[in-house]
């Protein structure tokens, strides 16, 4: 036994979570908006060596409080939004928004607890495992327990180790093979070959390190410079970025919204085909109002299309949703999928019940259609909001047939600009992951279009 494994073994509760504190701190910086990414390639490593040599309980609590510190770091944006949003929109006292993000960041951090647990389990029957099937296996554990934190009313896959990355033009090219899982996968594999080389004294794991992280930032330098420009039909899109926040568009009545939209149509008149408005353009459902024949009226005359984000209402049912408009009305609706949760719909109500008070605006139905829009033989569609986050839906309307991806969203909840990076980011890991263009239209913070390369 080497003195570093010795040592690891003596270790006491204080300073095992003094490590994952560490650990947290560390990777939480290297997430889009904060420090630097390279921080992602080794900030596991202290947290190996805290559930080291302890029982599979302890773990399970070592690892919950890892992904508590880690969460609260990496969307510390969350709080001041919940604290400021609920006090203006539904007027309760401040700390219930502080009681929200701790419910959030207990959540979230129960995965991680989940992977300490099994981990350590795996761990302490590992003397008959050949090393880099070992190696293999836990960083399986790891990507399969990120897997389960994007799956269901709960999901959410935000501080994925791979959005440290976005920005990593050429090793994020790998995405487009193994998706974001697969990429955690392999950083999390390196964060585990370093600890293996302070355990072990084993040159050949640092060699690998050394080459999979120079390699990464090295590849991303030069690839930019091999893109060759993109063929095919040209089409012209325009983007419309209001800055209106979420305060001021809720006391707007729809004709003053309206004054908006109308002058990026004019603004943009014979320079686009289709023009995006951002979610939530107008706060409530415009069909057959002044402001619908009036959009309808200008966009015929100006032979011009439109997104435009509004709540659509169906048989008594409110929809979050983006319209298609001509000329002609409406020639499509998609309506969102997944939902905010606690925000935008109340997942398990016989569970949390008692949380519906942290609806911000209303809650919603999910839509139900994969809408693909089409103009002039070019198809494309509209994901909403938090839907950037999840690839699985983003690779499906791709499978459907849309030759480019948009997200209009609405990020004026927002003061942070880290919580717009954050968002941005996921934009990019869709665009990559599918080869496609990949709009984002923002009502405030960031407004963009990415190549499929990222």
Not at 160 to 186: N, W
Not at 374 to 389: D, R
């Amino acid at each position: 036994m080497s003195k570093m494994q010795e040592g690891v073994r003596r270790i006491g509760v204080q300073k095992r979570l003094i490590l994952l504190s560490i650990s947290a701190i560390v990777v939480a910086i290297s997430m889009p908006g904060m420090v630097s990414s390279i921080f992602v390639w080794f900030g596991l490593v202290p947290l190996f060596f805290a559930l080291k040599n302890t029982s599979v309980w302890r773990s399970l609590f070592f690892g919950w409080y890892f992904g508590i510190i880690y969460i609260a770091i990496s969307m510390y944006w969350l709080l001041p939004t919940l604290i400021k949003n609920i006090a203006l929109f539904n007027g309760f006292p401040e700390f219930l928004g502080v009681l929200a993000f701790v419910m959030l960041i207990i959540i979230e951090g129960f995965f991680f607890g989940i992977f300490g647990f099994f981990y350590t389990f795996f761990e302490n029957r590992n003397e008959r495992v050949p090393s880099i099937l070992h190696v293999l296996s836990v960083a399986g554990i790891y990507t399969l327990v990120e897997f389960l934190r994007g799956y269901g009313a709960l999901g959410f896959t935000g501080s994925r180790l791979s959005d440290a990355l976005y920005r990593q033009i050429g090793t994020i090219q790998l995405t487009s093979f193994i998706g974001t899982l697969g990429l955690t996968f392999l950083i999390f594999i390196v964060n585990y070959l370093i600890y293996s080389f302070f355990m072990e004294r084993k040159f050949k794991s640092l060699t690998v390190v050394a080459s999979i992280v120079a390699g990464s930032y090295i590849f991303s330098f030069i690839f930019p410079y091999f893109i060759s420009p993109n063929s095919g039909k040209a089409l012209t899109i325009g983007a419309v970025q209001p800055n209106v926040t979420v305060s001021q568009r809720y006391l707007m009545n729809q004709n003053e919204i309206f004054k908006d939209v109308e002058w990026g149509i004019k603004d943009l008149n014979g320079k686009t085909h289709i023009i995006f408005f951002p979610e939530g353009t107008f706060e409530s459902e415009i069909s057959n109002t002044n402001v619908y024949f009036n959009l309808v009226d200008l966009l015929k005359k100006d032979d011009m299309r439109a997104i435009i984000g509004y709540p659509s209402v169906k048989d008594g049912k409110i929809y979050n949703s983006a319209g298609f408009f001509d000329g002609n009305g409406i020639e499509g609706i998609y309506s969102k999928h997944i939902l905010v949760p606690f925000t935008e719909t109340l997942p398990y109500p016989q569970i949390f019940g008692a949380f519906g008070f942290l609806k911000l605006a209303q809650f919603f139905t999910p839509g139900k259609n994969f809408t693909i829009f089409s103009f002039e033989g070019t198809k494309f569609s509209t994901q909403i909001c938090f839907e950037s986050y999840f690839g699985w839906l983003s690779r499906k309307f791709t499978d459907d047939g849309a030759q480019f991806l948009v997200v209009i969203t609405d990020d004026s909840w927002f003061d942070q600009r880290t919580a717009l990076v954050q968002h941005f980011a996921q934009s990019v890991m869709r665009a990559v992951e599918n080869r496609k263009w990949m709009v984002q239209v923002a009502d405030t913070g960031i407004t963009g279009i990415i190549n499929p390369y990222g």
